[in-house]
């Protein structure tokens, strides 16, 4: 199984530039979530999915819009990118949001210059 | 804003040590409890969890307490070898709601 893929794995952007990073997970797990990683902060929510259809906002959500069509995928879109947005990029499922292991991809190093 | 605390921020240890890193929690609707391991460049993945109906769990040299009462567990690594060295989450969804938030992390060097 491939598990939980993010694309791409290195970027990057020109402020003022919009893009989408890509994860995909193939164990239909029905919460998705994405996460940023700086130094000192640890991993922030930026936004979830309990199932196809239906998102939400996490701690930090604000440049970032996502949507949930399939139950297998979770795009995360940087409507304009901002320096602020530089980060580590990751995204998670699992089963369900309690009692189960969450599964991480390799994460996105996102520069925004 | 409901939040996980996780102390230390960073942490060094001789080989061969004990590493204790904590985490305290506000509310959480959720009995389940875990430890994620980072490896620089890697995502974090799921290293021990605990359920509320034991005060402890032990997996080799990695033990989670839990002390409901309190609202905290923590994270044992016995005998602490270089290999260890990474970074350490705990996490805790708050009560109420679907958000899994985690600690801010702990940053554990362990000394040959």
């Known amino acids: 199984n491939a598990g939980v893929t993010q694309t791409p794995k290195f970027q990057v952007l020109k402020t003022g530039q919009s893009m989408t990073l890509q994860c995909a997970q193939d164990m239909n797990h029905e919460y998705m979530s994405w996460y940023r990683q700086d130094p000192g902060m640890g991993l922030r929510l930026i936004h979830y999915s309990v199932g196809a259809g239906i998102t939400d906002q996490g701690e930090v959500p604000n440049g970032y819009n996502v949507s949930r069509s399939t139950t297998e995928d979770f795009p995360l879109r940087l409507l304009s990118a901002a320096p602020s947005q530089t980060s580590v990029y990751f995204c998670a499922s699992s089963y369900s949001v309690d009692r189960t292991e969450a599964f991480f991809g390799q994460g996105t190093r996102l520069t925004v210059v | 804003q409901q939040q996980v605390k996780q102390s230390p921020q960073s942490l060094i240890v001789q080989k061969g040590g004990i590493s204790i890193i904590n985490c305290a929690y506000e509310n959480t609707a959720f009995d389940y409890f875990p430890w994620y391991q980072q490896f620089p460049g890697k995502g974090p993945a799921l290293l021990i969890a605990?359920?509320?109906?034991?005060s402890e769990k032990k997996e080799g040299r990695f033990t989670i307490s839990f002390n409901k009462s309190a609202k905290q567990f923590s994270l044992h690594i016995m005998d602490s070898q270089p290999g260890d060295s990474a970074t350490y989450f705990c996490?805790?969804?708050?009560?109420?709601?679907?958000?899994?938030?985690f600690g801010t992390g702990t940053r554990l060097k362990v000394l040959a």
């Open positions: 605990i359920r509320p109906d034991v």
């Open positions: 996490a805790a969804p708050p009560s109420g709601t679907y958000k899994y938030i």
